[in-house]
């Protein structure tokens, strides 16, 4: 079946602009992740789903970030009054409980 | 100082080099380690998957953890221009999901 996929790939913002990046996980994977991924950096945690309940946000860098998963399934990351240290590849991926994570391609988000 | 270290490169071999790939962890509690290969503008893929101190060999790749010196490595024989891409050590923070913690990346380039 198909992958994780994330839309759109790239989203070009301008500063202040609000955002939102969707992820669409393996079908009947439980879990779901959002990570942040600099450039030249490792991907860096940002909140994990299971089903539809947000588990941990620990990774979640500021209230302008506010992730969602109200079905069980497809996912989105609202970004509001974006900042330029905002941009990045915003990577999700799925699993099945605590096994191997499936990544999607990643949203790169450029904030001008 | 980050819980995953990682030299970043990038590194260059002549195709068919053996490639070796090294990360240093802080924390003696990690007890799981992986290794996740990147290609550009790609999300990760999971490479290896290691428990124990020791080697683990999957086809040309081999996964070498020392706990002791909290020391991972990941070697790849007879190295391909396919090899080129980023290599992340990573490891996941505690148990019942794989909330994951990424080292920088090291970004390779096999010559032909």
């Known amino acids: 079946g198909a992958g994780v996929s994330q839309s759109p790939r790239y989203k070009v913002a301008k500063r202040g602009q609000d955002v939102a990046l969707r992820c669409d996980p393996i079908s009947g994977h439980v879990s779901l992740f959002w990570y942040q991924q600099a450039l030249g950096q490792g991907p860096e945690f940002l909140t994990y789903f299971q089903n539809e309940a947000q588990l941990d946000k620990s990774g979640l860098p500021s209230d302008r970030f506010f992730a969602e998963r109200p079905e069980g399934s497809v996912s989105t990351l609202k970004i509001q009054r974006t900042q330029q240290e905002d941009s990045a590849v915003y990577l999700c991926?799925?699993?099945?409980?605590?096994?191997?994570?499936?990544f999607g391609p990643g949203t790169r988000l450029t904030v001008l | 100082q980050k819980e995953v270290e990682q030299d970043p490169g990038p590194l260059s071999v002549p195709e068919g080099a053996i490639v070796s790939l090294n990360c240093t962890y802080s924390?003696?509690?990690?007890?799981?380690f992986m290794w996740y290969r990147q290609y550009s503008r790609k999300g990760p893929e999971l490479l290896m998957y290691t428990y124990s101190s020791g080697n683990k060999e999957d086809g040309r790749f081999t996964a070498q953890v020392d706990k002791s010196s909290k020391y991972i490595s990941l070697f790849i024989r007879d190295s391909q221009p396919s090899d080129s891409a980023t290599y992340l050590c990573a490891t996941p923070q505690r148990g019942g999901y794989q909330k994951v913690t990424f080292g920088t990346g090291t970004k390779l380039q096999v010559i032909p």
């Open positions: 991926a799925s699993s099945l409980a605590s096994n191997e994570q499936f």
């Open positions: 924390n003696s509690a990690f007890q799981y």
